[in-house]
């Protein structure tokens, strides 16, 4: 039998991993929005739109964005 690492636990003789800490579907949707507009804001500065026009689209793609996923995007609960 395998060596069971000491954070393991077993329910049923069977060991298991911890469950990874679940996030809230407005963290999800913050790191969403900041990660596609900080994408869009440096696409902008890559194809050399100015930086004052470049930041400010990204920053109105990032709130869109969260409040898009925010609204869409999660899952319907199983009842």
């Known amino acids: 039998m395998a060596q069971v690492a000491a954070?393991?636990?077993k329910v049923g003789?069977?060991?298991?991993?911890?469950?990874?800490p679940a996030f809230s579907p407005g963290f999800s949707s913050a790191v969403w929005g900041i990660?596609?507009?900080?994408?869009?804001?440096?696409?902008?500065?890559?194809?050399?739109v100015?930086?004052?026009?470049?930041?400010?689209?990204?920053?109105?793609?990032?709130?869109?964005?969260f409040f898009y996923v925010r609204l869409y995007g999660a899952d319907p609960l199983n009842r």
């Open 50 to 65: 100015s930086g004052a026009t470049a930041f400010l689209s990204g920053v109105i793609s990032a709130v869109l964005i």
């Open 35 to 48: 990660c596609l507009g900080a994408f869009v804001w440096f696409g902008l500065l890559a194809i050399g």
């Open 7 to 9: 954070r393991d636990t």
């Open 13 to 20: 003789g069977v060991p298991f991993p911890p469950r990874p």
